[in-house]
């Protein structure tokens, strides 16, 4: 985008190169498309789009493949870490990250993720955290918040008969082999500068050959919450963050001299 007047001729914003130009599928208001320009912006600026592998998972997620300009491949529902740990055995030269939902990584996904993390395979994971299955029409997740209301959850969540949403951040910090575990919110502009910081201490995690990393990312989904776009990100605010607090839950001590 250009602003341009008599006087004044300045561009203020440029499509990432490790973005294609294209069209997405994704929901007007979904901020997914946010979470893509930071990790596109964090790969140019640290000159790593000529060697990154990335993995699509299975979800609203599952295009990314046409999303950003670098190799992908397409993972089984839930087995992204799996493939990008041998994708990143096979080509350690390589940066390689996944790229998933809640649907995914923290239900059919959960077994992958834990065992990723705990042998502390140096791969990087952003996982978006948007509180319900959003490519098959808003039905409860994991990360449902207790009472919410989704499609197979018309009543709310019932923590007695449904079980507790998962707080995936402080679960993985929990294990051996995990050096970065953060959470960072969508829903404002602060929130964005503060994600984007995370992600690239993600990936300089993965540079320094630390470990697993993985970066969690509390998303709007306006479409499946049943709001305007801008009522969901006061969601975030007022319902999301309190049950899922932003922080660094683990962090690696040799991270302390890293300046993003």
Same mark, same amino acid.
């Given at each position: 985008?250009?602003?341009?007047?008599?006087?004044?001729?300045?561009? #203020?914003?440029?499509?990432?190169?490790?973005?294609?130009?294209?069209?997405? *599928?994704?929901?007007?208001?979904?901020?997914?498309?946010?979470?893509? @320009?930071?990790?596109? +912006?964090?790969?140019? +600026?640290?000159?790593?789009? &000529?060697?990154? %592998? /990335?993995?699509?998972?299975? /979800?609203?997620?599952?295009?990314?493949?046409?999303?950003?300009?670098?190799?992908?491949?397409?993972?089984?529902? /839930?087995?992204?870490?799996?493939?990008?740990? $041998?994708?990143?055995?096979? !080509?350690?030269?390589?940066?390689?990250?996944?790229?998933?939902?809640?649907?995914?990584?923290?239900?059919?996904?959960?077994? &992958? #993720?834990?065992?990723?993390?705990? @042998?502390?395979?140096?791969?990087?994971?952003?996982?978006?955290?948007?509180?319900?299955?959003?490519?098959?029409?808003?039905?409860?997740?994991?990360?449902?918040?207790?009472?919410?209301?989704?499609?197979?959850?018309?009543? $709310?969540?019932?923590? +007695?008969?449904?079980?507790?949403?998962?707080?995936?951040?402080?679960?993985?910090?929990?294990?051996? $082999?995990?050096?970065?575990?953060?959470? @960072?919110? !969508? *829903?404002?502009?602060? /929130?964005? @500068?503060?994600?984007?910081?995370?992600?690239?201490?993600?990936?300089?995690?993965?540079?320094?050959? !630390?470990?697993?990393?993985? %970066? +969690?990312?509390?998303?709007?989904?306006?479409?499946?919450?049943?709001?305007?776009?801008?009522?969901?990100? *006061?969601?975030?605010?007022?319902?999301?963050?309190?049950?899922?607090?932003? $922080?660094?839950?683990?962090? *690696?001590?040799?991270?302390?001299?890293?300046?993003?």
């Amino acid at each position: 985008m250009t602003i341009t007047a008599p006087e004044l001729e300045k561009t #203020i914003y440029t499509r990432p190169e490790s973005l294609t130009s294209v069209q997405t *599928h994704y929901c007007p208001g979904c901020t997914h498309g946010v979470a893509h @320009r930071l990790v596109a +912006e964090v790969l140019d +600026e640290m000159g790593l789009r &000529e060697k990154t %592998v /990335g993995v699509a998972s299975v /979800g609203c997620s599952v295009f990314a493949y046409n999303y950003f300009e670098v190799d992908f491949v397409q993972a089984p529902h /839930g087995r992204a870490p799996a493939m990008a740990t $041998g994708v990143k055995r096979v !080509l350690p030269d390589r940066t390689v990250f996944t790229y998933q939902g809640d649907g995914d990584m923290a239900s059919i996904g959960m077994g &992958e #993720i834990v065992a990723a993390a705990a @042998r502390g395979e140096n791969i990087t994971v952003i996982f978006i955290n948007n509180a319900n299955y959003g490519m098959t029409g808003g039905q409860m997740a994991p990360t449902t918040l207790p009472g919410q209301k989704t499609t197979s959850s018309p009543n $709310g969540r019932d923590v +007695e008969t449904q079980g507790y949403p998962v707080r995936a951040a402080e679960l993985l910090a929990t294990l051996e $082999g995990t050096s970065y575990s953060v959470r @960072r919110s !969508l *829903h404002d502009p602060k /929130g964005i @500068r503060n994600a984007k910081r995370a992600i690239r201490t993600a990936f300089e995690v993965q540079q320094r050959g !630390l470990g697993f990393s993985m %970066v +969690e990312l509390l998303s709007i989904c306006p479409t499946n919450w049943g709001m305007s776009a801008i009522n969901a990100m *006061h969601w975030i605010e007022e319902k999301m963050i309190p049950f899922y607090p932003l $922080g660094d839950y683990k962090v *690696h001590p040799m991270l302390a001299e890293v300046k993003i």
